[in-house]
């Protein structure tokens, strides 16, 4: 398990943190399928996860460009997700798109 790599700038970050609800069917799958569906966003980067034990979610996804996150937030499967996420899956959530324009990282031999 490694994080992302740290990516020439400028490039966008859209950071999604969650609290769930315990009603959690069909999040696993939906969830997967997000996942598959972003990798075919020309200008995706990546994607990091992160939960705590306490039940907080962070996900931040990775897009070279606005273009990119902007069709990735306009794509009909995720619109859909999201519907059903706040109807179901999240007792709150909030999202923050940046813009990077600082980034490196370390890795140890």
């Known amino acids: 398990m490694a994080p992302v790599e740290a ?3 400028p490039y966008y ?3 999604f943190t969650t609290v ?3 009603e959690q069917d069909g999040y696993r799958e939906t ?3 997000m996942e598959d569906l972003v990798k075919d966003i020309p200008g995706y980067l990546g994607i990091d996860h992160a939960q705590t034990p306490g039940g907080l979610g962070i ?3 990775y897009f070279r460009d606005a273009d990119a ?3 990735w937030r306009s794509n009909e499967e995720h619109r859909a997700a999201q519907q059903r ?3 179901e899956w999240y007792q709150s959530y909030t999202l923050h798109v940046a813009k990077v324009e600082r980034s490196h990282g370390f890795t140890r031999a």
Request: aromatic share 4%; charged share 20%.
């Open 13 to 15: 970050v859209a950071v």
């Open 69 to 71: 996150l902007t069709q």
């Open 7 to 9: 990516f020439e700038p």
């Open 31 to 33: 969830n997967a399928r």
């Open 20 to 22: 769930r609800t315990q």
């Open 59 to 61: 996900t931040v996804g």
């Open 85 to 87: 996420g706040r109807a």
